[in-house]
Structures are given as structure tokens and as C-alpha cells.
């Protein structure tokens, strides 16, 4: 598939290209911040549910491009401020505890099932974006938010 030139223009499904790419760049999001929190998960359990997590991440973002470009957008190349913020721990130093960034996950999680929710009842929202979001999107936010509560379970503080 070709990339969409630089001047691509989306026409009446603007709207819909604009709602997909703020969801592409929450995925971009996660995945900087799940990349990030391995480090503080070395030798610790959960380390290979949060690659596993980062990696269905990585894999909704590359979705989420496909269905832009398919609409004739141009997809997101990074995430904004706010949307980093969105899955990082209130104490965004280094030291922040395993605990900490798991609860961040989790409220990131959240709002990105929020997200897909508010897309899901757009009434212009393409069927093909529909299905990949019901279809596969959706149930990772789930997997996810079920994998965070069990490590954050075996991550309690004392």
C-alpha cells in the first residue's frame, strides 16, 4: 500500500480522519510509555505482560494508520503532550514506584476505551473503522485493563 502524499485530502470524511488520528496518537502514547516503564519492571512479574500489552499497542497504531490513510488522511507521527501525560504515573520522575505506573496504565487504559467508545457512537464513522474497532481495538483495551489489575494485585504496597 501507498502512503498518502503529504497533500492528501480526506474531503467530507475530515471529520472521521481527525477522530482516528487522535486515537492513532493515543496508541503512539502508550507505546512510548509502556517502552519507557520496562526498565522499572526489570527482574519483576508482569514484565512480559507489559511487552505483550506494548506490542498490541504497536500493533492498533499500525491499524489505526492503515484506516486513516484508507479515508485519505495523513496518519499521526507522534503523540502530543497531553496524550503522553494521559498514560504516565502523577510522579512522572524515574523513581516512580511499579505500583504507581501500573495505576497510570490502568486510567490510560481507561480513557482510551473512552475513546473508542465516543468514535463507536459517531454516527459517521466509517463501517470498516467500526469493525476493526469492535473487532480487535477494543477487546485489547479489555485485556489490557484485566492484565493491569492483576499486576497491580501482585504490585500492592505493603
Known amino acids: 500500500m501507498n502512503p498518502p502524499s503529504p497533500l492528501a485530502d480526506p474531503g467530507p470524511l475530515a471529520p472521521e480522519v481527525g477522530a482516528l488520528n487522535a486515537l492513532l496518537r493515543t496508541e503512539l502514547a502508550a507505546v512510548a510509555a509502556y517502552s519507557q516503564s520496562l526498565t522499572r519492571f526489570e527482574d519483576k512479574a508482569g514484565r512480559s505482560d507489559l511487552r505483550t500489552i506494548r506490542t498490541h499497542h504497536e500493533k492498533a497504531a499500525g491499524v489505526l494508520r492503515e484506516l486513516v490513510a484508507n479515508l485519505g488522511g495523513n496518519p499521526a507521527g507522534d503523540a502530543r503532550v497531553d496524550e503522553l501525560i494521559a498514560f504516565a504515573p502523577s ?3 524515574r523513581a516512580a514506584r511499579p505500583d504507581e505506573i501500573l495505576d ?7 480513557r482510551a476505551l473512552m475513546e473508542y467508545e465516543r468514535v463507536l457512537e459517531r454516527e459517521q464513522t466509517p463501517d470498516e473503522c467500526r469493525f476493526a474497532i469492535r473487532s480487535q481495538l477494543v ?12 499486576l497491580a494485585t501482585a504490585h500492592e504496597r505493603p
Open 91 to 93: 510522579d512522572q520522575t
Open 104 to 110: 497510570a496504565f490502568r486510567a490510560g487504559e481507561d
Open 139 to 150: 477487546p485489547w483495551c479489555h485485556e489490557h485493563i484485566d492484565a493491569l489489575a492483576g
